[in-house]
């Protein structure tokens, strides 16, 4: 749904940390920034929870490392035991291997899949830009606007005074 | 007292860390278009005579393969005594290309190591298209690659009979599709903040669309960007353990039986040092190419080849280190079957194969002290050459001369592969190398934007005296 936005648009990346820092300490809320690579300090300025990408790693891989083991406990012990060479049917260390490689393939394909989900990327998914360039060589903070809690003015001003190249108001689904 | 504090980009110290590895200061639509050029360009005469020839190789390869599928693999020079040459020496040498890959995209991440941002793309490249030539190898040892379905436990209506568990060779299939598979996904995830890069600044078309499509919607969103580097830890963090296990498993195809020459608990940690070696030799020959044929040398600067010698100076050493550790083991053990496998590798038939490999793969990387060879384009040209030569025959000692010589000795013969397998071998060249050149063609072969932030890098410290 498209919703209207304050985007200012920043050459150096450097004053668009200052610029989240100082918009944050006046209690604007930043509805998220762009920027054509990930700026260190950002997290912190804009106040960004850690991922929680890690429990999904975890669960997965978990999940990947019981099935792994008691599917080849089954297949090995109770389902058709294989007379080869001698060793015995439960050979649990011959099954750590394969234990091991599942656990890492459900673990990663889990946590990509997962962060595609959250995220929002998905084939034929169209991008919206906040602002021209921010694949490429500009940063911009978009703030939602909200009539009753939002004094365009202050928010203008802020931004402007922190070095934003240009300020604009924009109608669009972000 | 100390006060330490994070950098932010803000700070010009370091903006110097990030940029040092790369030739001046350009902007960064600079650097976008730096890569993107290539993309854009008509391919120049360099590239169409490699390709040309990639794709001649690639032609002789399918006609071996087609001919020995339709006849059988008894075209190969194997016999009854050995029943690996030529088909498991390549597996295992393109196995242990593509490790150098994951080293420079998974550990070096892990480690910080920011020199790897200019070239761990086109590294992961090779290492997905060495895993697809390694993977074609056992395919067509098969014989019938069509029932190749019958490696994986499906339930079947042969009782259902499963696979065995047991076996090194089964960890194999396992151990290669999920490096394969999660290569794949850290490569292409990656980049998908490039496609965005690059379907921004593409007109409306064809290419615009594709690259849209790829993009999956990107936008730049920084909380994106904070999950992004999280997710990228994580498949680092996964693929550290993955390419380690991969060919310590591939060395137990050898190891866990009890031939004299394999049967060694050296193998694992040999094999892998031996994989990361041969894999920075081939990284070393392709960017030295790729940086001419696509100059690039602004950006895979003299810099990177040297950080890449050291390691394979590192490496290399390793790998003569156990060389000499087999024979002194060899000799320690008193099992005069062992002693006398490698007595016979440095002095049999096949000695030449042995000590053409150690003056590859143990000397010739010692010249990588000199700072004045690790600085000479050329030299590390040959080098990488020679690395790549030495450490297959490498894998042909290790299997071979094992084989042909082992307990018993009316059953000891020669072994000497036929035009097909050669011609296999060729043709596995000319995949991995046709994959490798149109990928510097359509894809962008440097990370944009690892490039831009040396984004792999940690907030460094700065000493501040309060």
Not at chain 1, 43 to 71: H, I, K, N, Q, W
Request: glycine share 8%; aromatic share 12%.
């Amino acid at each position: 749904m498209p919703r209207e936005y304050l985007v200012a648009t920043f050459v150096e990346p450097d004053a668009l940390v200052n610029a989240v820092t100082m918009i944050r300490a006046h209690g604007f809320k930043i509805y998220d920034v762009y920027a054509p690579c990930p700026v260190h300090g950002l997290d912190e300025a804009m106040g960004l929870r850690r991922s929680r990408l890690p429990y999904v790693t975890l669960c997965a891989a978990a999940v990947g490392l019981v099935a792994a083991m008691s599917f080849q406990f089954y297949a090995a012990v109770f389902d058709w035991s294989l007379n080869v060479g001698g060793k015995p049917d439960n050979s649990t260390l011959a099954f750590v291997p394969i234990t091991f490689e599942i656990a890492v393939l459900a673990g990663g394909l889990a946590t990509a899949a997962a962060f595609l989900l959250r995220s929002g990327l998905c084939p034929g998914v169209t991008a919206t830009l906040a602002a021209p360039r921010v694949t490429d060589d500009r940063f911009a903070i978009a703030l939602r606007w909200r009539t009753n809690v939002f004094d365009t003015g202050e928010a203008r001003r802020l931004l402007h005074d922190s070095g934003a190249s240009e300020v604009r108001q924009i109608v669009c689904d972000l | 007292m100390r006060v330490y504090e994070p950098l932010t980009l803000a700070d010009p110290a370091r903006r110097f860390q990030l940029r040092r590895w790369i030739e001046g200061d350009p902007p960064l639509s600079q650097i976008t278009d730096d890569v993107a050029r290539p993309l854009n360009a008509s391919p120049g005469k360099g590239w169409c005579a490699c390709f040309a020839a990639a794709l001649t190789a690639l032609a002789v390869g399918i006609g071996c393969v087609w001919y020995q599928i339709a006849t059988g693999i008894g075209v190969w020079g194997l016999n009854k005594t050995v029943g690996w040459g030529f088909d498991i020496t390549n597996f295992v040498f393109w196995v242990g290309i593509g490790h150098a890959g994951t080293l420079i995209s998974a550990i070096l991440l892990l480690l910080r190591q920011q020199w790897r941002t200019s070239i761990n793309r086109s590294a992961e490249a090779m290492t997905i298209f060495a895993v697809m030539c390694a993977g074609m190898f056992p395919l067509i040892h098969m014989g019938r690659p069509w029932l190749a379905f019958y490696v994986l436990p499906y339930p079947n209506s042969r009782g259902p009979l499963w696979v065995n568990f047991r076996s090194p060779l089964l960890w194999d299939v396992f151990a290669l599709n999920t490096y394969l598979t999660i290569s794949l996904v850290f490569w292409y995830v990656g980049m998908i903040p490039d496609f965005a890069t690059l379907r921004d600044r593409a007109s409306a078309g064809v290419k615009k669309s594709i690259y849209g499509i790829l993009s999956l919607g990107w936008n730049g969103s920084h909380r994106t960007w904070s999950r992004y580097e999280t997710l990228s830890m994580i498949l680092a963090g996964l693929a550290t353990p993955l390419v380690i296990s991969v060919h310590s498993i591939v060395s137990m195809d050898f190891a866990t039986s009890i031939l004299p020459g394999w049967h060694t608990t050296l193998f694992p940690p040999y094999f892998v040092a031996g994989a990361v070696y041969s894999g920075f030799g081939m990284v070393m020959t392709l960017l030295i190419l790729t940086r001419t044929l696509m100059h690039l040398e602004r950006y895979i600067t003299h810099r990177h080849l040297d950080a890449m010698a050291k390691v394979m100076l590192l490496t290399g050493s390793i790998v003569g280190l156990s060389y000499g550790t087999e024979l002194y083991v060899a000799w320690l053990s008193g099992n005069p079957y062992e002693q006398a496998v490698f007595y016979g590798r440095a002095t049999g038939p096949y000695a030449w194969c042995f000590w053409t490999m150690v003056a590859c793969n143990a000397l010739a990387p010692q010249v990588l002290w000199s700072r004045r060879v690790r600085s000479h384009i050329s030299a590390l040209f040959v080098l990488s050459i020679l690395v790549n030569v030495g450490m297959w025959l490498e894998r042909f000692v290790i299997i071979v001369t094992s084989l042909h010589r082992s307990y018993l000795p009316s059953s000891w013969v020669m072994y000497r592969p036929t035009m097909i397998e050669v011609g296999t071998l060729i043709g596995s060249f000319g995949l991995f190398f046709t994959c490798f050149l149109l990928f510097i063609r359509l894809l962008p072969m440097i990370a944009i934007w690892e490039v831009k932030t040396g984004a792999s890098a940690e907030p460094h410290e700065v000493v501040r005296h309060a």
